[in-house]
C-alpha cells in the first residue's frame, strides 16, 4: 500500500525524542536509549510500539506518577551466570538495558546466562532485547507480562497480558532470524494504533463478556479497561476449536516466568488501577536468557546452520496466489530497506502530540509537516 503520511527524519526525531525525555526528568544516557528503542520500532516497521506509544505510554505516565524518569536500578542477586534486578519503577528500557550488557558478557564468559527484573515498567518491543544478542551472535529469548488482556480458553474475562515470548537467533545473513510477536491473535498496541487511524478490528479478535465479537477499535481500549471484553488468546477463542489453548498456554508460560522467576505481581495485579480505583504503578516483570553457540558447535556453524534453514524455508513451493515465503526478521529488515533514507512515517494524531510535547516544552523543533 502506498504510503501517504510525512516522514520525519531519523536524525530529527531521534533528537527531539531525547531533548524530550530529557525535559519529563529522564537522564539524556537514559533518555537515549528510551529513544533508540521506540525508533527501533519504526524502523521494522512495528508501528503499534514506535513514537505512535512516545506520548501516551511514556511522557503521559511520568506525567501521572506511574512512572518514574530517573531508574534506580538495583541488582537484588547475582552469580556468574545469572542477575536478578529491580527497577523500581523506572524506565523498563533502561533496565532492560542494563540487565542485558551484563548477560552478554556474561554469557561470552560462560555460555550462558538468564535474568529477571521486577517492579518494572514497559519495555518496548521484546525484539529489541533479544536483538541485543543476536548482534552479539548469540540466542536471544525475551519475556515480558503486561496489563491483563487476554482471556483463557473457554473464558471471556482479561486475566493474561499479551505476553511476546520473543526469540531472536543469528544467520549468516544481513538479519536475524527474530520472532516476536505477542500470544495474542492481536496486541494491545495494534489497537492503540487501530483507534487513532479510525481503523476497525477484525471480528474474533476480541471478545466481550456477554459472547459478542466488539470491532470498534476505541469502544475495545475502553472495555479493556473496564474489564468487559478481553483479547482472544493465538489460535482464537473463546472455545478451542481453532487451538487457542496453544496461545493461551504460552501465555501463561511467560506470565509464569516474568512473574515467579524476579517474585514479582502477576495478572490482574498489574491492572495500573489500585483498589480503589487510583493510578498505581504497574510492577511489571521481564526475564532475559542468552545463549552463546561458541559454547556449542560454533558460532560460525550455528550462524550458517540458521541461514540455511530460513533460506530453504523460502525456497519451498509457494501457495497459489502467492509470490513470496518469508522468515520471522524478514519483513521488518525489508521495512528498513524502505524507511532507511526516508525517515519516520507520521500520522495526524501522532503530529499533534509531536507538537504539543515540542511546545509544552518549548523546544526548538520544526517538522517537516509543519511546512
Known amino acids: 500500500m502506498q504510503e501517504t503520511r510525512p516522514y520525519v527524519p531519523w536524525g530529527l526525531m531521534n533528537s527531539f525524542m531525547i531533548d524530550a525525555f530529557v525535559g519529563f526528568g529522564v537522564p539524556r544516557e537514559d533518555a537515549a536509549i528510551c529513544a533508540d528503542v521506540l525508533l527501533e520500532s519504526d524502523r521494522r516497521g512495528i508501528e503499534s510500539h514506535g513514537c505512535n506509544r512516545f506520548k501516551p505510554i511514556y511522557l503521559d505516565r511520568i506525567d501521572d506518577g506511574t512512572l518514574l ?3 534506580d536500578l538495583e541488582i537484588v542477586k547475582e552469580s556468574p551466570t545469572t542477575v536478578l534486578a529491580d527497577a523500581h519503577d523506572g524506565m523498563g528500557m533502561v533496565a532492560s538495558y542494563r540487565v542485558m550488557e551484563r548477560l552478554i558478557e556474561k554469557a561470552r564468559t560462560y555460555g550462558m546466562a538468564g535474568g529477571a527484573i521486577c517492579n518494572s515498567t514497559h519495555f518496548g518491543i521484546a525484539g529489541y532485547w533479544a536483538t541485543m544478542a543476536s548482534n552479539e551472535g ?3 529469548i525475551v519475556g515480558t507480562n503486561a496489563r491483563p488482556s487476554i482471556a483463557p480458553t473457554f473464558g471471556v474475562e482479561n486475566m493474561l497480558g499479551t505476553n511476546p515470548l520473543t526469540i531472536a537467533l543469528p544467520t549468516d545473513e544481513e538479519f536475524p532470524f527474530c520472532i516476536d510477536c505477542a500470544t495474542s491473535i492481536v496486541q494491545r498496541g495494534k489497537i492503540e494504533f487501530d483507534a487513532r487511524e479510525g481503523i476497525d478490528v477484525p471480528a474474533g479478535m476480541v471478545v466481550a463478556r456477554d459472547g459478542s465479537q466488539p470491532t470498534n477499535a476505541e469502544e475495545i481500549l475502553q472495555m479493556l479497561v473496564e474489564g468487559k471484553a478481553a483479547l482472544a488468546p493465538l489460535g482464537g477463542g473463546p472455545g478451542d476449536e481453532m487451538c487457542g489453548y496453544k496461545g493461551y498456554g504460552y501465555a501463561t508460560v511467560v506470565e509464569i516466568l516474568s512473574a515467579a522467576l ?28 542468552v545463549v552463546d553457540p561458541e559454547a556449542f558447535a560454533g558460532g560460525d556453524t550455528f550462524r550458517k546452520t540458521a541461514g540455511d534453514i530460513c533460506r530453504a524455508l523460502r525456497a519451498s513451493q509457494k501457495a497459489p496466489g502467492y509470490e513470496r515465503i518469508y522468515t520471522a526478521g524478514e519483513k521488518e529488515w525489508l521495512a528498513w530497506q524502505e524507511r532507511k533514507d526516508k525517515g519516520v512515517p507520521v500520522g495526524e494524531a501522532v503530529q499533534k502530540e509531536l507538537c504539543e510535547v ?8 520544526v517538522f517537516p509537516f509543519e511546512a
Open 262 to 289: 524476579a517474585g514479582g505481581r502477576f495478572m490482574k495485579a498489574l491492572n495500573g488501577i489500585d483498589a480503589q480505583g487510583n493510578r498505581e504503578m504497574y510492577h511489571l516483570g521481564h526475564f532475559f536468557f
Open 358 to 365: 515540542r511546545d509544552r516544552l518549548g523546544l526548538p523543533y
Open 69 to 71: 524518569p530517573v531508574t
Open 138 to 140: 548469540m540466542v536471544g
